[in-house]
């Protein structure tokens, strides 16, 4: 591949990686409730997710997985799941915590070591499961490697377009957590917890709800 071609392909990941969706909405939970090392937990095991993907793809066994029957609608299904659940958690969360920020004042979000833990590996399985349970992650990866990848490439470039794709998007994740977590944000956020955490819980039932109309129409 080219420099150009490099580039260019850096360029489609950066958009990938930087477009809304549910992923900001999960890391801004993550930051909101348990400050920069969430998010960068989050990061890393979202980039993880990503780079299986990439992997995938830039190997040709996606090929194989997309020919066995169902795997892909049962992945989608899951992902509807998922997303149903979080969102779930997300809005009860949000509107308890408005409740008890007008009972008692603001409340401190997670001054406890084990609750924290807890809530690391929660964050890390969320960046992990919102990228695995999204086929339409591959499908990204299969438009834009498909214009790069030829049958004679080397083994080298395509372990340097896996690792270029997950190095963007664990780089920007990473990003968002240091700037979500810098104080004049997250204390802004933290004042309205539960209308922020509620609000981003609504928009993933909207989610849900589209890729589950989607499913049912292409059936």
Same mark, same amino acid.
């Given at each position: ?18 477009? &809304? ?47 066995? &029957? ?64 999204? &086929? ?84």
């Amino acid at each position: 591949m080219q420099f150009s071609e490099w580039v260019l392909l850096a360029l489609s990941c950066f958009i990938g990686a930087s477009s &809304p969706g549910p992923s900001i909405a999960l890391m801004i939970r993550a930051v909101l409730r348990d400050g920069r090392l969430a998010g960068l937990v989050f990061a890393v095991t979202h980039g993880f997710g990503i780079m299986l993907y990439a992997g995938l793809v830039s190997t040709g066994i996606i090929a194989v997985m997309l020919v066995v &029957p169902g795997l892909m609608l049962a992945l989608q299904i899951l992902g509807v799941v998922f997303l149903l659940y979080v969102s779930r958690n997300m809005i009860s969360g949000g509107l308890k915590a408005r409740q008890e920020s007008s009972s008692f004042g603001n409340t401190d979000l997670n001054d406890d070591d084990t609750s924290s833990q807890k809530s690391l590996i929660t964050h890390g399985r969320d960046g992990f499961l919102i990228v695995f349970l999204n &086929p339409k992650v591959a499908a990204f990866f299969l438009a834009i490697f498909s214009q790069f990848l030829s049958i004679d490439q080397s083994i080298l470039t395509r372990v340097g377009m896996t690792m270029l794709a997950w190095g963007i998007d664990t780089g920007w994740y990473v990003f968002m957590a240091f700037v979500l977590a810098m104080p004049v944000i997250l204390n802004k956020l933290r004042q309205h917890h539960g209308l922020v955490e509620a609000s981003m819980g609504g928009l993933l039932l909207l989610a849900a709800i589209a890729m589950l109309l989607r499913m049912v129409i292409s059936l």
